[in-house]
């Protein structure tokens, strides 16, 4: 297991893979992995963190989660 507290641009993957796969998300291609800034590493670790120890998601936090992750993604 990779020490994801080191942020990298492949333990960023890992995060946003991460959250992908436990949210089941259908349309993945908006979350990217170089979508997102190491700047926002550490709020990123902890959604994933948080996700990750979570079995089950109302609409509600899935909208929120997902509303979390557009909010760090980068302007272009």
Excluded: H, W
């Excluded at 990123?44 to 992750?69: D, G, H, P």
């Amino acid at each position: 297991m990779a020490d994801l507290n080191q942020p990298t641009q492949e333990n960023l993957t890992v995060i946003i893979d991460g959250i992908k796969a436990k949210l089941n998300m259908a349309n993945t291609a908006v979350m990217r992995p170089e979508d997102f800034d190491l700047a926002n590493y550490e709020d990123l670790l902890y959604l994933y963190n948080m996700v990750q120890k979570k079995t089950t998601f109302s609409i509600n936090e899935m909208t929120a989660i997902v509303e979390e992750l557009g909010a760090m993604r980068k302007q272009k």
